[in-house]
Nanobody
Framework: QVQLVESGGGSVQAGGSLRLSCRVS????????MGWFRQAPGKERESVAG????????NYSNSVKGRFTISKDNAKKTVYLQMNSLKPEDTAVYYC??????????????????WGQGTQVTVSS
């Protein structure tokens, strides 16, 4: 059974930083690309960042490029999202997701098969 468990969300003032973590169980983590997505109140879920299975290629939405960094630690079976220079518009529930084996750093939600339960990030002005 595949499980993805996010942590690290919270409340922060604009300009601050947070690091989200997502631990994966039930899969050979090193073979799978991972992604982060978010959903703000009243809005559709949107892509944030993706990383390929090898951890060598990353991809970001324009709204977070230059501020967020995705990485994966195969030994810990964990994917991270380092978020710097946070803005109030980054407020959302953040979800990690796992795609198919040996895939690329896709931002397409349809390519992801398993999802975590989400963690809330709130940025105040």
């Amino acid at each position: 059974q595949v499980q993805l468990v996010e942590s690290g969300g919270g409340s922060v003032q604009a300009g601050g930083s947070l690091r989200l973590s997502c631990r994966v169980s039930g899969r050979t983590f090193s073979n799978y690309p991972m992604g982060w997505f978010r959903q703000a109140p009243g809005k559709e879920r949107e892509s944030v960042a993706g990383i390929n299975w090898a951890g060598t290629i990353t991809n970001y939405s324009n709204s977070v490029k230059g501020r967020f960094t995705i990485s994966k630690d195969n030994a810990k079976k964990t994917v991270y999202l380092q978020m710097n220079s946070l803005k109030p518009e980054d407020t959302a529930v953040y979800y990690c997701a796992l795609s198919g084996p040996f895939g690329g750093a896709t931002l397409s939600q349809g390519q992801y098969n398993y999802w975590g339960q989400g963690t809330q990030v709130t940025v105040s002005s």
